[in-house]
């Protein structure tokens, strides 16, 4: 059985909008993946390390250990071996308290690549590989989390592609989810259980390929 690592934050936490519930292990996107996976006859285990307000590698003012940076090569250290890691993180980065474009935010994911492939795991055990997923841009913010976002609609522009750029300098592999789809009509930053659905079976596809 292969293990995978999603390493992330509230969109893969699976909050539902407007809300501070969850969404339940099959109905979100890791979830859905490993589901289908196994379907398609992959072993595969799902590891999820999804926080609330992570950023790439910066601190939340407000609330402690929202750096992604922080403890993240002891997580792959304690979770190996470990056959893919999926990154899925920058939405935070452009919260309201935050100057940070999609330049700033790209650089933070390089720096949490390298961390991953230099973390102490024991002899013999295989580095990750290493899938970087864009977040869907973010809308115009609303309901609870308008504040924390504002402005966070302008500031994320171009986060693919920057992304993308960095994945080809890392040797990592690159999915846009912006290409199957966007944040929540409710609230402009997260997902809705059918975009969950369709993240989830999306990267099913792309990490079935990926392990052969």
């Known amino acids: 059985m292969k293990q995978i690592l ?3 934050d509230s969109l893969s936490w699976g909050i539902i909008p407007l809300t501070r519930q969850r ?3 099959d109905q979100r996107w890791p979830g859905v993946m490993e589901a289908a996976l196994d379907n398609s006859g992959q072993q595969v285990r799902v590891i999820e390390d999804c926080l609330n307000g992570r950023r790439t590698v910066w601190d939340d003012p407000y609330k402690a250990g929202r750096n992604g940076l922080v403890g ?3 997580k792959i250290e304690s ?5 893919l ?18 330049w700033h935010s790209a650089q933070g ?11 102490p795991i024991e002899p013999g055990m295989p580095i ?19 504040p924390k976002f504002e402005g966070a609609e302008n500031k994320c522009a171009g986060l693919a592609a920057a992304l993308q750029k960095v994945c080809e300098e890392t040797g990592c592999m690159f999915f846009d989810s912006g290409t199957v789809i966007t944040t929540s009509e409710l609230d402009g930053v997260h997902l809705d ?12 596809r792309v990490v079935s390929s990926f392990l052969g």
């Open 109 to 119: 994911i390089a720096v949490l690549v390298s961390a991953i492939r230099s973390a």
């Open 72 to 74: 993240l090569a002891q």
């Open 193 to 204: 259980g059918a975009q969950h659905l369709t993240l989830g079976n999306a990267l099913s």
């Open 23 to 25: 969404y339940a292990f």
């Open 6 to 8: 999603v390493y992330a």
């Open 128 to 146: 990750p590989r290493i899938l970087v997923v864009a977040p869907p841009a973010i809308r115009m913010p609303k309901g609870p989390v308008a």
């Open 85 to 102: 890691v999926i990154l899925l993180l920058g939405t935070n980065d452009f919260q309201s308290m935050h100057q940070h474009n999609a």
């Open 79 to 83: 979770h190996s071996p470990l056959e």
